[in-house]
């Protein structure tokens, strides 16, 4: 038998000091695993306004999204939409502008897919009013005519404004309030791809004077400043 060598303090330290290494390279291996996971399980952005909980599965008839088709019936025309050539009617708006959404809601191939497209006509002066998309960005093309656009930030409330002319390209960022206005003697047209299947929409003075129930007129009273004549008025209007 050969006897078994006697380590000393200094080998003993070493392996204690490799023992520390690796547990050390398994704890952070371990952190990068957690971290990993909680970045690929976060909260997805919300396609609709809200939605409730609810723990009766039956009654679950709404989410965050549309329900996917089989994709063993999935067929061309689900990724297919036409009449984006059609001119909308802006004579049916007394503010001369007409808007044809392409969302999921009438376009189903595009869920899941964090995008939709829409036409926007202008007659002469035509204005599509100050409004906001609360979960998508807007990128915007002129077709047709000159428009002048802007948004407004956050506070404190900065106006970054641009004339356009046809060709030119302008982007809202996601939930700021922006509009588009025709400057033009002729019609205008423009195209828009925003960044949600279903972005949503909010315009300023309809949500403000014409929500349902209205908002009680001491609140737009006191928040614009106004007589409440004034505020009658424009609740009337919407």
Do not use: W
């Amino acid at each position: 038998m050969f006897p078994i060598p006697h380590q000393s303090k200094n080998t003993q330290n070493t392996t204690q000091q490799e023992r520390t290494s690796n547990m050390m390279k398994l704890v952070i291996v371990a952190i990068l695993a957690l971290a990993t996971t909680l970045v690929s399980a976060y909260d997805p952005s919300p396609l609709q306004d809200f939605c409730v909980a609810i723990n009766n599965t039956d009654s679950a008839v709404f989410v965050n999204g549309q329900f996917c088709k089989d994709p063993a019936t999935v067929v061309a025309n689900d990724f297919f939409f036409s009449g984006l050539n059609i001119p909308g009617n802006t004579a049916a708006n007394k503010l001369g502008s007409s808007v044809n959404l392409v969302s999921v809601n009438n376009f189903p191939g595009l869920n899941t897919l964090g995008i939709s497209l829409a036409r926007i006509d202008f007659a002469p002066y035509g204005l599509n009013p100050p409004h906001t998309h609360p979960r998508g960005t807007e990128l915007l093309v002129v077709i047709e005519g000159t428009l002048l656009v802007g948004f407004v930030t956050s506070n404190p409330n900065k106006l970054f404004t641009k004339v356009l002319n046809k060709g030119d390209v302008f982007v809202f960022p996601i939930g700021l309030i922006h509009f588009q206005f025709n400057i033009g003697e002729t019609n205008a047209l423009a195209f828009s791809g925003l960044s949600s299947q279903n972005p949503g929409l909010i315009t300023i003075a309809n949500a403000v004077f014409g929500s349902t129930p209205p908002i009680n007129p001491d609140v737009l009273i006191k928040a614009f400043q106004l007589d409440k004549s004034v505020v009658d008025y424009l609740q009337k209007q919407f």
